[in-house]
Structures are given as structure tokens and as C-alpha cells.
């Protein structure tokens, strides 16, 4: 049998294909094992801090003055004038705090009496914010004040503010899920660690630097020995975003688009790149929870009857800028008419001239972009290696209810998916919100299959 003959070709090729595509894993392993355990260092200036204040009869903030806190062993803190107290930590750990109910203004205690003792965890470097609830009146238990919230005004503006807050965080990563959708037909299970990996590597260039990446620049000045001011580390995480997304596409589901594979079996194939990232994640970043080293902790704006702190108000007006500039480049830049014209019909597209390749690509960059910026936003309040996966099916149900492979759909579906979820906890137990969520989603697409902005298609 010579080289010209079509099985040994064919062979050939498979092998090719396949030599490639374990080298494509393995560049990938490589590109996020570079979260170093060992860049992790330690850092000096631990401490945990707070604001006592608490709602009069007139419904006024007051800071509650005097109050002792204590962490046996460690030290202890009376709250000043503005309710302010702060104790340092003699390194990384998790230290017990607790309030002495004695010292607290006469009629003023615990909203919650089961929490006068906390469990608080302080990374290495980091000013870690302890909350303690007071209210003027009886406290109460979890199960008593779960049952006595009633419905008010106040609380249901709270819900929506913080609905809308998750529902547009939501959005930055639904829109590029649903765009890789429209212009590949892949659903991609991968997509949620794309917003795990914007939170993490975002975490690193504000913690470390680039030595966070790169161990042996530790020595160096920031930004490559040192943590970078976190405006800066989000851009870079969004760099980072875009590169995997990129190295995705180009290593992995390019090859695989060529070489005729099913879009089932690259479904499959993301769910398996899903577990091995996380695996990758905890690995390197560890179990426990962080925190950024700023902003982390911020007193709460009261405008009207919402209490929202700076940073969300901040990461809320950002992502409302950003989703009003992603839907302005889809309507009038070439790019995104390009977009939206192989996500409506891909061989029309590339009859037509457009480069469907380069499109799929930019796609793909943006994608992981947007939600590496999702990952940093919801990264303000906490981080965690497995943060993607947590909120999959969140992301899922706003991209199927807006209108798979819709942009604009994924943002309406987002914004309904956050609402739904925190308003719902007035009349269900927190635990079961994201229920109602995946509930409202089947009772919508009962009646418009296609979803709300979605085109109903024939089938047959």
C-alpha cells in the first residue's frame, strides 16, 4: 500500500487530528496550571473590622457607640462614635468573634440572637469585614425572623435593587454563551469556568502581580512582584478572559468544526473541560474562600429606602455601560453585523463573503471577555474556585429564556433571572430561590418556546 492510498490518508488524518487535540488539552492544562500554589505568599496587616448601627423608632441609621467586641486569645474593640471598631489578627486563620450583648444600647439587640458569635475567616493581608445585625426591639431566632419579614416597601426595593444587581452580572456572561450559541450551535458547559477564571486571575494580579502567574518575579516591583490597584487587575483579568476564550476556540473547537465532529459530542467534550478546570482551580487556589484586597469592605449608601454599598453601585453603572456598548457594536459596527448575520444564517453568512472562522473567533474572545468582567463583579462580594459552576444553570435559564442564540434575549433573561430569584425569598426560604427561577423558566417557555425574544422556528 503506497501514501496515495485514500484509507492509510484517511488514518493519517484521524491521527493528525487526534495528536492535536490531546496537545490542544495539554496547552490548556499548562495555561491554567499557571496558578501557582507557590506564588501564594503570605502577606503582614491581617485584622477584623465593622460598623455597629442599628434603625431607631423614627427609622434613622444610628451607630451604636460603646459596644465590646472580643476574639478570646486574640484581643478585643469597643465601637467609636461611628460604630467603628477594628481588631487585629496575628496571621491567616479563622478566629471566633463575638459581640457582648451587655454593652449594646438600652432597647437595641441582635436581629438575629443565634449569631452572637461569629466564625470568621482572614486571609493572608487582608481587612476582613464582620457583620453583626442589630435592630431596636426583641431579637429573635433564624426561623422567628424568617417568619416576621413580612412584605414592605423598603424591603421589596432592596430585593430588586439586588436582583437587578445579580440579573446584569448574570448578563456579562449569558450574552457571550448565547453568542457562541447562535454562531456555532455549541452549548458550551465550559462557559460558567470562564467566569471562575476572570474572578481568579483577577485575584492574582491584585494580590501579587504578575508574579502571581509567573513565581520567579516576585522580587520585582508591581506590577510584576506586587498586587496591582484592582481596576487594573479586572483588566487584566478580562485579558485573560479573552485569551482562554481564544485558546478554546482556536486549540480545541476549531479542529473539531473541521473535522465534522457532532455538536453532541462537543457538548460532552466542554462538560469535561468543565470538571478538569475546576479540579485545576481548587488545586491551585484551594477551598476557602477570598477576598479582593480592595474595596473589600465598604459602608453602605442609603438612597431612599435601598442600602447599596459604593462598589455595587459602581460595578452595577459599569455593567450597564458595557451591555448598552455590546449591543451598540452588534447594531453598528461591521464585526457585529457580521455577528449577528452567521448567528441568523451561517452559510448564508460565508456564501456572502463574511469570514465565519474570524467571527467564530471573536466571538469567543468577547465571550470569555464579558464573562471574566461577570467574574470580577460577583468577585466583589466573594471568591470562590467554584463560583461557575454554582451559577451554571443560572446562566442556562437566562440564555434559554431571553431566546437561545440572542444577545438581547440573553440580557432580558438575565435581568429576569436575578429578579425572580431575590424577590422570591419574601415568600420561600432562601435555599430554594434558584428553584423559582428554573420554575418560571418552564412556565415561559410553555407558552413561547422560542423564548421572549427568541425567532419560533419550523421544524420538519
Request: with cysteine.
Amino acid at each position: 500500500m503506497n501514501e496515495s492510498d485514500p484509507q492509510r490518508c484517511g488514518g493519517d488524518n484521524k491521527l493528525n487530528r487526534l495528536t492535536k487535540l490531546i496537545a490542544a488539552l495539554a496547552i490548556l492544562g499548562f495555561a491554567i496550571l499557571g496558578l501557582a500554589p507557590q506564588s501564594l505568599a503570605q502577606d503582614d496587616g491581617q485584622s477584623m473590622f465593622g460598623t455597629l448601627t442599628y434603625e431607631n423608632e423614627e427609622g434613622e441609621k444610628v451607630p451604636a457607640e460603646g459596644v465590646r467586641i472580643f476574639s478570646e486569645g486574640i484581643g478585643e474593640a469597643v465601637s467609636d462614635a461611628d460604630g467603628a471598631w477594628s481588631i487585629p489578627v496575628p496571621g491567616a486563620g479563622s478566629f471566633p468573634l463575638e459581640i457582648d450583648t451587655s454593652t449594646l444600647p438600652d432597647g437595641v439587640n441582635l436581629k438575629n440572637a443565634d449569631r452572637a458569635v461569629l466564625d470568621v475567616l482572614v486571609e493572608a493581608g487582608q481587612e476582613k469585614r464582620a457583620l453583626f445585625g442589630l435592630l431596636f426591639g426583641e431579637a429573635g431566632s433564624t426561623a422567628e425572623l424568617t417568619q416576621g419579614e413580612g412584605v414592605s416597601g423598603r424591603r421589596i426595593a432592596q430585593l430588586s435593587v439586588e436582583g437587578l444587581k445579580q440579573g446584569l452580572y448574570l448578563a456579562m456572561a449569558a450574552i457571550g454563551l448565547s453568542l457562541i450559541f447562535g454562531t456555532t450551535g455549541l452549548v458550551n458547559f465550559a462557559h460558567a469556568e470562564l467566569v471562575t477564571w476572570g474572578m481568579l486571575s483577577t485575584f492574582l494580579f491584585n494580590a501579587y502581580g504578575f508574579a502571581g502567574f509567573i513565581g520567579f518575579l516576585a522580587p520585582l516591583p508591581p506590577p510584576f512582584g506586587g498586587g496591582v490597584n484592582l481596576i487594573f487587575a479586572a483588566i487584566f483579568g478580562m485579558i485573560c478572559g479573552g485569551l482562554m476564550g481564544y485558546l478554546l476556540d482556536r486549540t480545541i473547537f476549531r479542529n473539531l468544526r473541521r473535522s465534522g465532529t457532532s455538536l453532541i459530542a462537543q457538548m460532552v467534550i466542554t462538560i469535561g473541560m468543565s470538571i478538569l478546570m475546576r479540579y485545576v482551580f481548587v488545586y491551585n487556589f484551594g477551598g476557602s474562600p477570598r477576598s479582593f484586597k480592595d474595596f473589600s469592605a465598604q459602608t453602605a449608601w442609603s438612597i431612599g429606602p435601598v442600602d447599596i454599598t459604593p462598589k455595587d453601585f459602581t460595578a452595577m453603572a459599569l455593567s450597564i455601560v458595557i451591555l448598552i456598548m455590546v449591543g451598540l457594536l452588534l447594531q453598528l459596527t461591521r464585526m457585529g453585523k457580521a455577528m449577528r448575520a452567521v448567528a441568523d444564517n451561517r452559510d448564508l453568512a460565508e456564501s456572502s463573503g463574511i469570514d465565519v472562522q474570524k467571527v467564530i473567533s471573536v466571538v469567543w474572545i468577547a465571550g470569555g471577555s464579558l464573562a471574566a468582567l461577570g467574574g470580577v463583579f460577583f468577585g466583589l462580594d466573594q471568591i470562590k474556585w467554584d463560583f461557575g459552576f454554582r451559577i451554571l444553570l443560572l446562566i442556562f435559564a437566562a440564555v434559554t429564556l431571553g431566546g437561545l442564540g440572542t444577545a438581547y434575549g440573553a440580557l432580558v433573561g438575565a435581568l429576569i433571572v436575578g429578579l425572580v430569584i431575590n424577590l422570591s425569598t419574601i415568600w420561600i426560604d432562601v435555599e430554594l430561590k434558584n428553584m423559582i427561577a428554573l420554575l418560571v423558566m418552564v412556565l415561559i417557555l410553555m407558552f413561547r418556546p422560542q423564548g421572549i425574544l427568541g425567532r419560533a422556528e419550523r421544524i420538519g
